[in-house]
Nanobody, 116 residues
């Protein structure tokens, strides 16, 4: 299996928190660069966060200080901890990784709605 599977999306109040998960089988996340993207209705898909195989991370300015990407290679899991959520964080969130032949493998996404 090469396609990751996202989960954890939900409806949450502004200021609340969610943790998204990205799962895979067969140790496909080992030594992989993994990213989170999101796409809001009527908006282009945008970068959210990235983590390298060595654990280095980078974030979009819009989420810096609020979101944390992490990985657990033993479980083939990648997480996106989202705190202090804002309505503008509403989007479908996708994880993806760089695999063979320099191809990015994308999940189907998990929706996050931040609303009061």
């Amino acid at each position: 299996q090469v396609q990751p599977v996202e989960s954890g999306g939900d409806l949450v109040q502004p200021g609340g928190s969610l943790r998204l998960s990205c799962a895979a089988s067969g140790s496909i996340f080992s030594n992989k660069i993994i990213r989170w993207y999101r796409q809001a209705p009527g908006k282009e898909r945008e970068f959210v966060a990235i983590i390298t195989n060595s654990g280095s991370t980078n974030y979009a300015d819009s989420v810096k200080g609020r979101f944390t990407i992490s990985r657990d290679n033993a479980k083939n899991m990648v997480y996106l901890q989202m705190n202090s959520l804002k309505p503008e964080d509403t989007a479908v969130y996708y994880c993806n990784y760089l695999g063979p032949r320099d191809i990015w493998y994308w999940g189907k996404g998990t929706p996050v709605t931040v609303s009061s």
